[in-house]
Each structure stands twice: as structure tokens, then as C-alpha cells.
């Protein structure tokens, strides 16, 4: 890390993050340091292990070892306000370590309606059975929101731009009323990472990404990070040792060669997807783009106020009835896998079903019903990766062809 008094730029900080000599000694990356046991010279540095607990102190493989501590040391550091970060097997397990670091039997959470479908099931399934009661919220009606709030509620789960359809909300707002209430607030960060919504500078208590997504970047990797400033962070690594979560030093190795070339990627893959948007926006197969890099998006202002930058993962729906017309478009599509994830650096196209993960806000909402969507329209999401733009675009087109000629 720079150590003159102006903090680094994101891209130099992805670069520079986590790589002083103490993890790297003379070579350039974190070498990848396999082990169970560590060593002690004698039983007095056994001792002062065992009672200290932090990252670069040797003690057992399941509290890492250089490579990993690196890792978290690189994703705190790229994360404005954080004090540290702990690194889980998946995003699913950071999204349980992260829950279940702040709630207990009793209490009551807020969760955004429109949150990553797992979150969902966690609220509705491990969380109800540990005792803990969820309410689905509509994160663009923040009235409703702040009249949910009871003496038991203890946490908010935020995700913002929301899951399938990229509402984006006003997170500052919502954060606030949570503090203001004594309420811990998380956030699903994983669309914008901490490179484009710092969001512990944005209010939020606690910042979750799926690492498998952006941080990895090559769709060969599954990882999760929570990082918190100095009051979370804490709860954070307690419970999450005590799951016994811990990440293999080779995948922590990918995670970070990731790192390096994120911002390029995410700058990249944000620019094409821009193109592509504007592109879809205007033909006649399609109703509505869901994307909140598009101007006159809904959620384009709070955009453009709160994040510093995007991503290429966004939604659209098709203005054909034909039952069909997901299936035809995206079997039509070559530079296109049919896959789950996203933030690789390949292209991916997938059916979505947006009115099958809602509680209580409207699919579509009024202003998508306005312009002819249905419940029953087709609607697509594209994960766009680091191909030339305008070979999507002709891909795009051809399978549209298709889609006209049945
Ligand atoms: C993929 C995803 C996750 C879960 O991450 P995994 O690493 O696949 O477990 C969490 N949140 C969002 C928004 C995601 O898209």
C-alpha cells in the first residue's frame, strides 16, 4: 500500500493490495502455503499463539496461513473503512457467517425482496429454524420499510442493485434508518464489489461479496468475503472460525491473480455492456432493459449519485408471447454460454423468473406494466464478458432473427 497520506486509486490499489513482503519475502505474488500443522520452535510460542488470535500468526490450518491472510489483507484494503475481512468457501457461506455473526434466537431481520434467491431461502429456512423471524421488504418504499422496525428487529439485509431485475436503492437512506434504530445493517455487494459501492462509506455495518463472481473472474473459483470495520469485524471472525470456515491456499492464490485485473475487467465488461444495453434498448423484440447504467433507468440517478462504477450482469425482457422465445433466443446465441454465475470474463445468457422470488414487491412493477410487461413475459439476463462487444451485438441480432422467423 501507498504510504504517502493520499490514498491509492482503486486500480492501483487491486494492484498493490495485500502484496508486502511479509506474505510475498522476494517473489512478486503470494506463494501458496499448504498446511494443517504449523510449527512451534519451543511450547512458550505455543502458548502466545493459542492466546493470540489474529491473521499472520501461526497457529492451525483452519485459521489460515499466509496466503489467505494475504487475500483478506488485499480485500480490507480495497474496501474504504473496513478493518478487516474474513474469506468463506462460497458467497452463500459468507452471506450465513456474516447472518448469523449478528442474529440470535428472538430476533428479527429485514430483508430486501428482491435479494440473491439463496439469501432468501436462508431467511425462510436455516434462519426460522434457529429463531430468528424474516420480513420481506420493498427496498424502493422506504416508508413501508421504516414501519416495519420493531424493538426485536437486529438486522437489515440489503442488495443493491437487487437480484434478476437491478432495482437500485437508496442504501444511505436505508442504512441510516438502521443505525438509527439499532439495527446492524449488511449488504450483498457483490454486483458493484467495493470497487464500485464502497459500502461501509455508504452506511452499511457489514459488506458481502461472492468472490466466485468478480474477485476470481475466470469461472474456475468459488469464495466469499464479509469485511467490517472494527465493531463487526470481531463477531465476524469469531463465528466465522467457529463454523470452521476456511478456503484452500490454492484458490486463495486464483482470488488473488483475480484481484490484480478487476478493475480492467469490471471497466471493460461495464463499457460493452453499456453498448449492448443501448443496443437492445432499441429494438423491437425487446420491451425493457433492466439495467442501472442505462440512462432513464429507474434507478439511474441513485446510481450515479452512490457508486463509482458498474458491471456487465443485467436483465432484459422480450416483447414476444411466444411461450418459447427464452429457449429460442438464448439456444441461438454462440459467443453466449447457458450457465449460473457471472463476472467471468466470458459471456453467459440465462432464462430468469423474477415473479417466483417475491413476497411483496410487484412483478412487474407499475412502471414496467406500463410499457406492456406481464407477469408472464420472457425475461433474459446476460453476464457480458471480455469479448468485442459488437460480436455480441451480432450474435444478439441473429437469435432474434430467429425468434421473429417461429
Ligand atoms: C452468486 C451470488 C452469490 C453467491 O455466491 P456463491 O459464491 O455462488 O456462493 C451471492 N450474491 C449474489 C448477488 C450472487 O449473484
Same mark, same amino acid.
Given at each position: 500500500?501507498?504510504?504517502?497520506?493520499?490514498?491509492? *486509486?482503486?486500480?492501483?490499489?487491486?494492484?498493490?493490495?495485500?502484496?508486502?513482503?511479509?506474505?510475498?519475502?522476494?517473489?512478486?505474488?503470494? @506463494?501458496?502455503?499448504?498446511?494443517?500443522?504449523?510449527?512451534?520452535?519451543?511450547?512458550?510460542?505455543?502458548?502466545?499463539?493459542?492466546?493470540?488470535?489474529?491473521?499472520?500468526?501461526?497457529?492451525?490450518?483452519?485459521?489460515?496461513?499466509?496466503?489467505?491472510?494475504?487475500?483478506?489483507?488485499?480485500?480490507?484494503?480495497?474496501?474504504?473503512?473496513?478493518?478487516?475481512?474474513?474469506?468463506?468457501?462460497?458467497?452463500?457461506?459468507?452471506?450465513? /457467517?456474516?447472518?448469523?455473526? +449478528?442474529?440470535?434466537?428472538?430476533?428479527?431481520?429485514?430483508?430486501?425482496?428482491? #435479494?440473491?434467491?439463496?439469501?432468501?431461502?436462508?431467511?425462510? /429456512?436455516?434462519? *426460522?429454524?434457529?429463531?430468528?423471524?424474516?420480513? =420481506? =421488504?420493498? @427496498?424502493?418504499?422506504?416508508?413501508?420499510?421504516?414501519?416495519?422496525?420493531?424493538? $426485536?428487529?437486529?438486522? +437489515?439485509?440489503?442488495?443493491s442493485p /437487487?437480484?434478476?431485475?437491478?432495482?437500485v436503492?437508496d442504501v444511505?437512506?436505508?442504512?441510516?434508518?438502521?443505525?438509527? *434504530?439499532?439495527?446492524?445493517?449488511?449488504?450483498?455487494?457483490?454486483?458493484a464489489?467495493?470497487?464500485g459501492f464502497?459500502?461501509?462509506? $455508504?452506511?452499511?455495518?457489514?459488506?458481502?461479496?461472492?468472490?466466485?463472481?468478480?474477485?476470481?473472474?475466470?469461472?474456475?473459483?468459488?469464495?466469499?468475503?464479509?469485511?467490517?470495520?472494527?465493531?463487526?469485524?470481531?463477531?465476524?471472525?469469531?463465528?466465522?472460525?467457529?463454523?470452521?470456515?476456511?478456503? &484452500?491456499?490454492?484458490?486463495?492464490?486464483?482470488?488473488?491473480?483475480?484481484?490484480?485485473?478487476?478493475?480492467?475487467?469490471?471497466?471493460?465488461?461495464s463499457?460493452?455492456?453499456l453498448?449492448?444495453?443501448?443496443?437492445?434498448?432499441?429494438?423491437?423484440?425487446? &420491451?425493457?432493459?433492466?439495467c442501472p447504467m442505462l440512462p432513464g433507468d429507474l434507478g439511474h440517478d441513485l446510481w450515479r449519485r452512490d457508486f463509482t462504477g458498474g458491471?456487465? !450482469? =443485467?436483465?432484459?425482457?422480450?416483447? &414476444?408471447?411466444? @411461450?418459447? #422465445?427464452?429457449?429460442?433466443?438464448?439456444?441461438?446465441?454462440?459467443?453466449?454460454?447457458? /450457465?449460473?454465475?457471472?463476472?467471468?470474463?466470458?459471456? !453467459?445468457? !440465462?432464462?430468469?423468473? %423474477?415473479?417466483?422470488?417475491?413476497?411483496?414487491? @410487484?412483478?412487474?412493477? *407499475?412502471?414496467?406494466?406500463?410499457?406492456?410487461?406481464?407477469?408472464?413475459?420472457?425475461?433474459?439476463?446476460?453476464?457480458?464478458?471480455?469479448?468485442? %462487444?459488437?460480436?455480441?451485438?451480432?450474435?444478439?441480432?441473429?437469435? =432474434?432473427?430467429?425468434?421473429?422467423?417461429?
Amino acid at each position: 500500500m501507498a504510504q504517502d497520506d493520499k490514498p491509492a *486509486k482503486p486500480a492501483t490499489r487491486v494492484v498493490e493490495a495485500g502484496r508486502g513482503p511479509k506474505w510475498t519475502g522476494r517473489v512478486v505474488n503470494p @506463494p501458496v502455503w499448504r498446511a494443517s500443522t504449523h510449527l512451534y520452535a519451543n511450547e512458550a510460542e505455543r502458548k502466545a499463539a493459542l492466546k493470540s488470535n489474529q491473521d499472520g500468526e501461526f497457529f492451525y490450518g483452519r485459521r489460515g496461513a499466509p496466503t489467505q491472510w494475504a487475500l483478506a489483507e488485499a480485500l480490507t484494503e480495497i474496501e474504504p473503512g473496513a478493518h478487516g475481512t474474513v474469506i468463506y468457501p462460497s458467497g452463500v457461506s459468507a452471506i450465513a /457467517g456474516a447472518l448469523l455473526s +449478528v442474529l440470535k434466537p428472538g430476533d428479527v431481520l429485514l430483508i430486501t425482496d428482491n #435479494a440473491y434467491d439463496p439469501s432468501r431461502a436462508m431467511a425462510t /429456512g436455516l434462519l *426460522k429454524r434457529l429463531g430468528v423471524e424474516s420480513r =420481506f =421488504f420493498d @427496498p424502493l418504499d422506504i416508508t413501508a420499510y421504516e414501519a416495519l422496525f420493531c424493538d $426485536r428487529t437486529k438486522a +437489515v439485509w440489503l442488495e443493491s442493485p /437487487g437480484s434478476l431485475t437491478m432495482e437500485v436503492c437508496d442504501v444511505p437512506a436505508l442504512a441510516a434508518i438502521a443505525r438509527d *434504530k439499532s439495527a446492524v445493517s449488511l449488504i450483498d455487494n457483490t454486483w458493484a464489489s467495493s470497487l464500485g459501492f464502497p459500502a461501509l462509506e $455508504r452506511g452499511c455495518d457489514i459488506s458481502v461479496m461472492s468472490l466466485s463472481k468478480h474477485v476470481g473472474g475466470h469461472s474456475d473459483l468459488m469464495m466469499g468475503s464479509a469485511s467490517a470495520g472494527e465493531r463487526y469485524y470481531r463477531a465476524l471472525r469469531r463465528t466465522g472460525q467457529q463454523l470452521g470456515n476456511v478456503v &484452500s491456499p490454492d484458490d486463495a492464490a486464483l482470488a488473488a491473480r483475480g484481484l490484480r485485473t478487476m478493475k480492467l475487467r469490471l471497466d471493460q465488461s461495464s463499457s460493452s455492456a453499456l453498448q449492448i444495453v443501448e443496443w437492445l434498448d432499441a429494438q423491437p423484440q425487446v &420491451s425493457a432493459v433492466m439495467c442501472p447504467m442505462l440512462p432513464g433507468d429507474l434507478g439511474h440517478d441513485l446510481w450515479r449519485r452512490d457508486f463509482t462504477g458498474g458491471c456487465g !450482469l =443485467f436483465s432484459f425482457v422480450l416483447s &414476444s408471447e411466444n @411461450p418459447d #422465445a427464452q429457449a429460442i433466443v438464448v439456444d441461438n446465441l454462440h459467443h453466449f454460454g447457458i /450457465g449460473y454465475s457471472w463476472g467471468g470474463f466470458e459471456s !453467459l445468457a !440465462l432464462p430468469i423468473f %423474477p415473479g417466483q422470488y417475491r413476497d411483496v414487491m @410487484p412483478w412487474p412493477p *407499475k412502471n414496467l406494466a406500463a410499457i406492456g410487461v406481464t407477469g408472464s413475459s420472457s425475461a433474459i439476463r446476460l453476464s457480458i464478458g471480455l469479448e468485442d %462487444p459488437q460480436d455480441l451485438i451480432a450474435d444478439l441480432a441473429q437469435a =432474434f432473427e430467429k425468434l421473429d422467423q417461429t
